[in-house]
């Protein structure tokens, strides 16, 4: 067995490998927030930020304090979690340290769900403009159901199977579930993971879908691996929480990359128009051209059927078009010579697509067709065929 001064030792020098890399995340995470709200306010108005906004807001607030909650915890004397001589050894000045630190990983594992929980609200909101008139909006609204469920089971779990909720703090504690937080960390697990993997499979066939050019669908590739890697990171944590070889600090480290990353996916796609604006090379990736780039089709998108959300006229061939609005395009059949059909010239200003309505811009050809209609005699400037 290790000396007491040894562990001490140790302790203290994870604490410090702890605290530089959970900070150095933490200000990456909310580089990206701050990012979003500068492309947000700029695009929106201060005045008219979305409910996805205010959401973010909330879900930092607990990132903060999870962040704070993880390196107390990391710094401190322990939790209440202990084997048989860390209780024999209990000394007054220990007891105070383990108390306090099992107050800390109470405080850590409820800001977790609230942060994850956020950064899954507003993604889904996301999904739900991408998708808005699609056949694939269904599933996101089954989704955030399912979400919304999955936060109700991972709160009732983490209040409930602990009781009284004084035992989680309690040194030693007389319930084990109270220190090793085991059942409570299974089911948050599942549902969380499982609510990611949902993400990425309503996602990814709009990814395969959409025709873009490579250096497009690069970037939502990238996007989308690192919502794979925020997987793969609440699986190691539940690796280091659960299985008892493992078992060890560790699983904070992987618990603050997976929200690190989370918040990283949730803000890059609104965050596309201010880069492009700073570094005007983006806007070859991103379709911020006006004039001058390749059009491109995305035709299994191309349903019919769709209500017409804007007059006909404003589909004129090489504008740019928003996915939403795209989706909801609708082709009528001629009867009269173009000429003779009066179209409003377009708005020729590129407005920045943050991603709120749509994470990126498509350019399409669209033909201009006009049904024939019946008319009185002097609207009509030529012989009806």
């Not at 991408?130 to 694939?136: F, V, Y």
């Not at 996602?203 to 939502?220: A, E, N, T």
């Not at 049904?371 to 065929?385: F, I, L, T, V, W």
């Amino acid at each position: 067995m290790l000396h007491a001064d040894t562990m001490a030792s140790l302790g203290a020098e994870f604490g410090r490998s702890f605290a530089r890399e959970t900070w150095t995340l933490y200000g990456v995470g909310m580089l990206g927030v701050v990012l979003r709200f500068i492309a947000r306010i700029r695009r929106l108005g201060i005045r008219n930020l979305q409910s996805d906004d205010y959401i973010m807001v909330f879900a930092v607030i607990w990132y903060t304090i999870l962040c704070v909650s993880l390196n107390e915890v990391a710094s401190g004397g322990g939790s209440n979690l202990m084997t048989d001589e860390d209780i024999e050894n209990l000394t007054p000045k220990i007891y105070d340290e383990r108390v306090k630190g099992s107050k800390w990983v109470f405080v850590s594992e409820h800001a977790f769900i609230l942060a994850i929980w956020g950064m899954k609200a507003c993604m889904l909101i996301i999904y739900a403009r991408i998708t808005e008139g699609l056949a694939q909006r269904k599933w996101v609204n089954y989704l955030a159901i399912y979400v919304a469920i999955g936060f109700v089971v991972a709160e009732l779990s983490l209040f409930l199977i602990c009781r009284p909720l004084t035992n989680y703090w309690a040194v030693p504690t007389p319930n084990a579930q109270c220190s090793t937080f085991q059942h409570y960390e299974i089911i948050q697990g599942c549902v969380a993971i499982t609510a990611d993997i949902a993400m990425l499979l309503i996602g990814l066939p709009l990814l395969m879908q959409v025709r873009i050019p490579l250096k497009q669908k690069l970037v939502l590739i990238i996007i989308f691996g690192m919502g794979i890697f925020v997987i793969v990171a609440a699986i190691l944590t539940k690796v280091y929480c659960l299985v008892p070889s493992l078992i060890s600090y560790v699983y904070m480290n992987w618990y603050f990359r997976e929200v690190t990353v989370a918040v990283l996916v949730t803000n890059l796609p609104l965050i596309w128009s201010l880069l492009r604006d700073v570094f005007p090379a983006f806007k070859s990736w991103t379709g911020g051209s006006k004039r001058g780039t390749d059009r491109y089709r995305s035709g299994p998108w191309n349903t019919s059927g769709y209500k017409n959300y804007g007059p006909p006229s404003h589909l004129k061939s090489g504008d740019d078009f928003h996915m939403y609005d795209y989706n909801r395009s609708v082709v009528v059949t001629p009867q009269k010579h173009p000429s003779d059909t009066s179209l409003p010239q377009p708005d020729t200003r590129d407005p920045s697509d943050d991603g709120s309505e749509r994470a990126f811009q498509i350019r399409q050809d669209v033909t201009i067709e006009v049904k024939q209609e019946s008319r009185p005699a002097r609207y009509n400037h030529g012989p009806q065929s």
